[in-house]
């Protein structure tokens, strides 16, 4: 494959002047879609794609061999060119190719094995067997974590809370601490009775600076409260780390360096803290969502595969229309940590300026990604996004009905009604416009570009699908890009500075600003 983004031809250049209003029609909408597992579709009727553009897009694809490189992803290449590592999130929720042995350890048996300690471990807590330091029994479990430790786990357990209260599964409510700022941690635990609070301490390193200054935090609070903090904290961290196996935890659940921290959400850095609240059978019907994404995603013909879609789109509208952003948009409350984690995923994942082989890229790549709920980002930068110098392609997230059982019809209908009405005009809205000679300022030019994930609810299996089709499709644009989507080196410049800051800068510069800041 080539080593750069190539154009695809002159055929896949000829849509930019396409126009959505006379491209947007109802048969085109009915057409347009593909299914994207757990029961979720992905439509892009919306999008400034002809037949032209998606051959364009197809052949590029072939000639990238996007879906051999997942094939050689997920039966244990060395895709982490940079930290010369396999990249295995996939195998977390289900065997799609060859088993993966390292080390002679099965590695789809050892994580496995891990998601059964989980499930032996939430059992032994809502039976009263594993209790805290007075003898009470555990009530609220709290995670301990940053980055992707912390926006994924949190992203997924407030997509299902309602869920699960509805239905009488919620075992356990959960919180997070991950900012370094102490004002995090103490908020959190200002609200808790620490006698019946578990913590999990989530760091694959066991080294990461802001996790463990919380870490100590919350022990300080324990012991000042007569607690033991070993009775009330398990860890979740690699076998190698100084957390494992460690007589300051109650127990230990690993997960290894194969697991990125951004698409560890499936793993034990996610699967603990969702099988203590929602029990084991949930988060086994998260992973099973996920892993009927990832079978779908193996399909080499872009009109089938909706991963692969709405990867190419996204590459047709970084490189070739030049958009820099893109808005994701979930008519759903649910979802309202979802675009603070596909953040990371996107940006941590794509935000590179040099290929695989270290060569300094001449081309775009990741775009910047933002987004909140619907209806409430209406009311904020839709603004922009209607009528702005920028063109943003929107990413639209919709369900049928809602988690919740009530609701009530006020001027002929219902609040669920109303959101996916809003949704439904919004997409409009933007696709098509609306003209006024008279009045600049109320003129709408549309042509403003949308896709569509929709389902019938957010339920788990939809839940785990959704995550999936994300990871996905950050992928095969890292492939098509040919970036290593599995490091993240931008992260690491950071944590040296500061250690060189609290250890007393030498570069005057960083003397300064430390000054400024009392450090």
């Known amino acids: 494959a080539a080593s750069s983004t190539r154009r695809p031809g002159r055929r896949c250049s000829e849509g930019r002047a396409v126009s959505l209003k006379k491209l947007l029609t109802a048969e085109r909408i009915a057409q347009c879609s593909i299914p994207a597992g757990g029961g979720l579709t992905y439509n892009y009727a919306a999008k400034r794609v002809t037949d032209e553009v998606l051959a ?6 072939d000639e990238q061999q996007l879906i051999a490189k997942f094939q050689d992803l997920f039966n244990g290449a060395i895709a982490n060119v940079g930290e010369k590592r396999m990249v295995l999130h996939h195998l977390l929720r289900g065997q799609l190719g060859n088993p993966v042995v390292h080390g002679g350890k099965d590695l789809g048996a050892f994580y496995a094995q891990q998601q059964q ?4 471990f939430c059992a032994e807590v809502y039976k009263g067997e594993r209790k805290g330091s ?8 709290v995670q301990i974590g940053i980055g992707g430790s912390d926006l994924g786990p949190r992203a997924l357990y407030l997509a299902l809370e309602q869920y699960a209260r509805e239905r009488k599964l919620l075992k356990m409510q959960a919180r997070f601490i991950s900012n370094v700022d102490p004002d995090d941690a103490n908020a959190v635990l200002a609200g808790l009775n620490l006698e019946t609070t578990l913590f999990i301490l989530v760091s694959k390193s066991g080294i990461t600076q802001e996790t463990l200054a919380n870490e100590q935090l919350v022990r300080k609070k324990m012991t000042e409260a007569g607690l033991d903090p070993s009775k009330h904290m398990v860890a979740v961290t690699s076998e190698t780390s100084p957390l494992a196996k460690s007589s300051d935890y109650a127990d230990s659940f690993f997960i290894d360096d194969f697991i990125g921290g951004r698409y560890s959400s499936t793993s034990a850095v996610g699967g603990a803290i969702l099988s203590l609240a929602f029990g084991p059978t949930v988060f086994e019907e998260i992973l099973a969502g996920a892993h009927e994404a990832d079978a779908l995603a193996r399909n080499p013909n872009i ?5 692969l879609m709405d990867a190419m789109i996204g590459v047709w509208e970084r490189n070739f229309l030049g958009y820099p952003c893109t808005a994701v948009l979930p008519y759903c409350q649910a979802l309202v940590r979802f675009p603070a984690h596909l953040q990371q995923l996107d940006m941590e994942s794509n935000g590179k300026c040099v290929n695989r082989d270290n060569e300094r890229l001449s081309y775009a790549t990741g775009p910047i990604v933002f987004g909140e709920p619907g209806t409430n980002g209406q009311h904020s930068f839709y603004q922009l996004l209607h009528q702005g110098t920028d063109v943003v392609p929107l990413q639209f997230v919709g369900f049928r009905t809602a988690q919740t059982g009530f609701d009530l019809d006020v001027e002929g209908s219902t609040s669920e009604k109303k959101l996916n009405a809003n949704l439904t005009a919004q997409i409009a809205a933007f696709a098509l416009g609306k003209e006024n000679n008279d009045n600049r300022n109320k003129n709408f030019e549309g042509e403003r570009p949308s896709s569509l994930l929709h389902g019938d609810q957010l339920t788990p299996k939809a839940l785990g699908a959704l995550l999936a089709h994300f990871e996905n499709k950050v992928m095969f644009q890292g492939f098509a890009w040919n970036v290593n989507s599995f490091d993240q080196e931008g992260v690491q410049l950071g944590k040296i500075l500061t250690k060189e800051v609290l250890a007393g800068a ?6 300064a600003y430390a000054k400024l800041l009392g450090v």
């Not at 364009?56 to 694809?61: D, F, N």
């Not at 030498?506 to 003397?511: E, N, S």
């Open 506 to 511: 030498k570069d005057p510069r960083l003397a």
């Open 134 to 141: 007075t003898g009470k029994e555990f009530e609220v479990a």
């Open 117 to 120: 300690k989980i499930a032996k």
């Open 56 to 61: 364009g897009l197809q052949q590029l694809a």
């Open 303 to 307: 009109r089938e595969n909706a991963a």
